[in-house]
């Protein structure tokens, strides 16, 4: 498990900025240490453990990048068009028999390149004459059309480096050098709860004054795409005693403790008080908005984060907090979220010194420029706010007005997790 000491997280300043809380993260965090081998097929998304160096050129000989006839270069044509008689041919995949200066070879894609030669002529560019010779224009560079081995990645180059998030293309790359399996870092596990009376598990009944628990579920794809194991701990009623039970006893076997609602300083949220009484916490006034309080804790050496209840604070805080400490315990080189410039539809007005996230759409103006549109209603309680939009735009703690037409920055949902 991640050992962290238990003031590991404290922070006595009234009000903590994003970069402050992911520094502090990125300063406090180790990565767990344990590495699995997998299959090719099962690499998407983990983190890669150790970097991988090329154990073989790419390509591994050099070949021909076009159908068409193979030369020698000390035979191309320099003024006028030359024919020269076809010997021999050679296919993808087929060994080549050298050539004599004066032959011309005729070749395909992806085939080596005949002893000899080092050229070639497109087919589309010749021509055939009567006695079948093979008649090439002059024009052309030597070493046209063929793929030098190694142009691509030379050997012993580190292609791939440890802390990456493995993606289909890097999949790809270890599959050309011939590999079957890479070592990646073990999966991070996290245990998630939601607290509070008022809820009821999707499949139980309902009672009049509940509603059904969606934080629980949102948290847990957003921690899978994360590439998280995850353990569904149901629904904690609001009661400290239990609650302080069922943190600690699935504290040895998780390297996250993540909760949603409960941890405003009302009198009902009793997930302070329930792992004070097990561990440390404190809680981090962030200087964001949708984003309530995030309380930060360490109960038996495990990190624990108590996001908001609000399901659109428990989500931009999710991002803000969770995402990155998941990275950091998973030793995934730091990921930056880049905004993609867009130009505002709307106005709006905000404080200065905190960062504000806007739930908008996405679409494309008239002069084929892309436009955020924000959506109507405000509210940190409204997922529809979150189903009917594209992403967020980040209004920075400098910003104070924003008027349509000016550029913001977007970030799409799929680029959060
Ligand atoms: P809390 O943070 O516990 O004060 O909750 C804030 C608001 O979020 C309340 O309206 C809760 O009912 C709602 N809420 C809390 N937890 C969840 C959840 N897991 N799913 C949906 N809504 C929730
Ligand atoms: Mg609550």
């Not at 000390?74 to 050679?90: H, I, Q, S, Y």
């Not at 509603?211 to 994360?226: C, G, H």
């Not at 980040?394 to 550029?407: D, K, W």
Request: with cysteine; glycine share 10%; proline share 6%.
């Amino acid at each position: 498990m991640a050992q962290l000491s238990d003031d590991c997280f404290a922070f006595g300043g009234p009000l903590l900025s994003v970069d402050e809380a992911v520094g502090i993260i990125a300063a406090k965090v180790t990565a767990v240490q344990e590495t699995e081998a997998v299959s090719l097929v099962a690499a998407d998304g983990r983190i890669l453990a150790r970097d991988v160096a090329a154990p073989l050129p790419l390509p591994p000989f050099t070949n021909s990048a076009v159908d068409g006839y193979a030369v020698h270069a000390g035979d191309l044509p320099r003024e006028k068009e030359k024919a020269f008689p076809v010997k021999g041919r050679v296919q993808a995949g087929a060994a080549a028999q050298a050539a004599k200066p004066g032959e011309a070879v005729r070749i395909f894609t992806g085939a080596p390149m005949p002893e000899g030669t080092d050229t070639v002529f497109m087919q589309e560019d010749v021509s055939l004459d009567a006695k079948g010779h093979v008649v090439l224009p002059a024009g052309l560079k030597a070493g046209a059309n063929v793929r030098p081995a190694g142009e691509d990645i030379p050997l012993g180059h580190v292609a791939l480096k440890a802390g990456q998030r493995l993606r289909p293309q890097d999949i790809a790359l270890a599959a050309a050098f011939g590999l079957t399996e890479l070592d990646v870092v073990r999966r991070i596990r996290v245990a998630v709860f939601s607290t509070g009376d008022e809820l009821a598990s999707p499949g139980t009944p309902r009672a009049a004054a509940q509603l059904f628990d969606s934080n629980r579920f949102m948290l847990i794809a957003m921690l899978r795409r994360l590439g998280c194991e995850v353990s569904d701990l149901g629904i904690l009623r609001d009661e400290r005693g239990p609650l302080a039970t069922a943190l600690k006893r699935v504290a040895g076997e998780h390297d996250l403790l993540l909760t949603t609602g409960g941890v405003s300083t009302g009198e009902e949220d009793h997930v302070k008080a329930g792992v004070e009484s097990v561990g440390r916490l404190v809680l981090w006034r962030m200087a964001i908005k949708p984003g309530r309080p995030v309380a930060m804790g360490i109960i038996g050496g495990t990190p624990f984060i108590g996001l908001p209840g609000n399901p659109v604070a428990s989500f931009v805080t999710f991002v803000h907090v969770v995402r990155p400490i998941v990275l950091a315990l998973s030793g995934a080189a730091a990921a930056l979220i880049v905004a993609m410039p867009v130009r505002s539809a709307f106005a709006y007005k905000k404080k200065g010194g905190r960062r504000e996230y806007v739930r908008v759409t996405l679409r494309k103006a008239a002069d084929g420029a892309l436009e955020a549109v924000k959506f109507p209603r405000e509210g940190a309680g409204l997922l529809s706010s979150l189903v009917d939009t594209d992403g967020l735009v980040e209004l920075p703690e400098s910003v104070t007005t924003v008027e349509p037409g000016q550029t913001v920055g977007f970030l799409g949902y799929a680029n959060l997790m």
